[in-house]
């Protein structure tokens, strides 16, 4: 497996930002697509970014689209999710995914490897 250890997160107030970032353990980071995931309570756990191996495509949910902003930096085996103007909708644990594919996606199953996530709180 491929450790993805996320950090980060906390609490917030409405219109603030957070920088989270995800380091991967592995020599190959450069060939693995990205994602950032998240799953508030009682909710299934939802697409939010992708990047691919180059950082020179990337993908968001219509709901974070203009608002957050994925990178990574393969010479530090980093991936990022810039979030700006957080709302409290965008409370979750928010989970850093790899996937064995040089190309983004938005797809849940296409991910081989998770993080054990980073809560993000944002409070009204």
């Known amino acids: 497996q491929v450790p993805l250890v996320e950090s980060g997160g906390g609490l917030v107030p409405a219109g603030d930002s957070l920088r989270l970032s995800c380091v991967a353990s592995?020599?190959?980071?450069?060939?693995?697509?990205m994602g950032w995931f998240r799953q508030a309570p009682g909710k299934d756990r939802e697409f939010v970014a992708s990047?691919?191996?180059?950082?020179?495509?990337?993908y968001y949910a219509d709901s974070v689209k203009g608002r957050f902003t994925i990178s990574r930096d393969n010479a530090k085996n980093t991936v990022y999710l810039k979030m700006n103007s957080l709302q409290p909708e965008d409370t979750a644990v928010y989970y850093c995914?790899?996937?064995?594919?040089?190309?983004?996606?938005?797809?849940?199953?296409?991910?081989?490897?998770w993080g054990q996530g980073t809560q993000v709180t944002v409070s009204s």
């Open positions: 990047i691919n191996w180059s950082g020179g495509t990337s």
């Open positions: 995914a790899g996937r064995f594919s040089e190309d983004y996606s938005a797809r849940l199953p296409d991910y081989n490897y």
């Open positions: 592995v020599r190959t980071f450069s060939r693995y697509g």
